[in-house]
């Protein structure tokens, strides 16, 4: 990685920077409880983790956290895994994500848009009392603090309304999207035993309804500790024998009653992709979500009461519980409930020009579908609410950089950020004050103590290593689910460097304190002692135009061998030709090095991702050192299991 500092792709004005709420909260910070005045984003960041207690302290003043009981310090044991956060205190989350009701109440809490792009408001008194209505009936229920509460919803008002009345309730919230097979959901829902479940009979993708009916009759026949289930007719249904209708639970005029809990006391529970076993069944808690969301839509995002939030996302991803928490800040919320590619592949920006979005969240891969579809959003729509294009879920290509600043504004704040459903944040990404970089997550985020490790354990800067986070986050997990002695929680993060979170992705932090993601490293590309990250290869390859998609795997042979395919998914109407390979080796040759240049190249009907979209490389890697298709994955937690047999096939003709 080059030291050479090269021009940034976009600088804030003074005028952005003065107005942005991170510059006046380091003011404030300075006055009240000695932050640097000066220095701007470094020497605040620097000063965040030095003084951990102080800074989240003053996080919890500056956005007015309500403590229902104070607490005794910030932090009562800063060992990892087990950090004690605000020990002494209790408070509830969905009492703050409903606070703007107080003052905004007729203003929309939530904007949701279907694939009729036609946006229909929800108020925030209206979120308020259907929120107050339905903790009222899941009391009535039986339902109390510590029971969990599921959702087998798409992304709709309904679903945000059962979140924080499950929340209000001090109950624990877990939901799955209804894309997701009757296997995937019970592999999750069973770990954590719920006793109501939330339903639709179907959804709308595609312009196509899809019938879940069979799937909630397959649950509900193996989730024996349901208490109730509630119908929502998405399709216009009448409710299953024995469920509760929605509209009788949410109709009442009441006001919530938010029950005081803990601030460790479990809010949800998230779910690992499970591509080698069950889901990691991942809790997070009331506090350490509220601190930690407050800090960075609040700070990082520079999301206020004027802001509308849209990200695209379904309720199986953390980046939906994540765009919930734009309620903390008084932010109105777009929730979008279909296709990101219906009618064609421009639709995301039109629902951003409908919706007046000023922070647009969206995958790496659709900004690089776009790119390759030749859409031209600012030609197409309005968007000149947009402020920021965050994306997610890969790293965004240098190329992604350069067309989002040519094709939707020069003046545009680029946020690729990074960090997991582990933490349900961002360990690195959006700084609004600081220059973009081509390729580059802008720094790490406040109180994030985020460095690159090599092997042994010492900190580089502007060379490949290990993502370590070396003090605790509010929101890291409390625990895993099911996982009584905390060892697998322990042997995900902490087996590498002992008391610091190890992640699991290949990072350099440059001499700038800018951050590039290079990919997974328990996938990692091993050339002769030569570590690369997947991520780099894509970006280069995926630059030809008759490459759709790929995959490169580093397979470790058992004669001491190395073997690198790269499996390619051709666009319509490509042939992986001689001239196509010598394009690819070349490409490959020239941009990364001799080293990238896989041994050989495949041809595969199509790249296998997790049901979040993300490309499966371990599984894959498994079965090409030859284990079974049955122990390499989980096949629920497969959007194409078919594909795999591709690779197990191949697995078995090389012998």
Known sequence: MSTVNP???????????????????????????????????????????????????????????????????????????????FPGATLNYAEHALRAAGTRADEPALLYVDETHEPTPVSWSELRRQVGSLAAELRALGVRPGDRVSGYLPNVPQAVIALLATAAVGAVWTSCAPDFGARSVLDRFQQVEPVVLFTVDGYRYGGKEHDRRDVVAQLRGELPTLRAVVHIPLLGTEAPEGALDWSTLTSADVDPVFEPVPFDHPLWVLYSSGTTGLPKAIVQSQGGILVEHLKQLGLHCDLGTEDRFFWYTSTGWMMWNFLVSGLLTGTTIVLYDGSPGHPDTGAQWRIAERTGATLFGTSAAYVMACRKADVHPSRDADLTRVRCVATTGSPLPPDGFRWLHDEVSEDLWIASVSGGTDVCSCFAGAVPTLPVYIGELQAAGLGTDLQSWDAIGRPVIDEVGELVVTNPMPSMPVRFWNDPDGSRYHDSYFDTYPGVWRHGDWITVTSRDSVVIHGRSDSTLNRQGVRMGSADIYEAVERLPEIKESLVIGVEQPDGGYWMPLFVHLAPGAELDAALLDRIKRTIREQLSPRHVPDEVIEVPGIPHTLTGKRIEVPVKRLLQGTPLDKAVNAGSVDEVELLKFYERLARERG
């Open 7 to 85: 021009s940034p792709l976009w600088q804030p004005t003074p005028e952005r920077i003065a107005h942005a709420r991170i510059t006046k909260f380091q003011a404030w910070a300075a006055e009240h409880h000695g932050a640097p005045a000066h220095g701007g984003y470094a020497a605040l960041h620097r000063w965040s983790v030095d003084e951990l207690d102080t800074f989240w302290k003053a996080v919890t003043e500056w956005f007015d956290v309500r403590f229902s009981t104070p607490y005794a310090r910030v932090l009562g044991d800063r060992s990892m895994p087990g950090a004690e956060w």
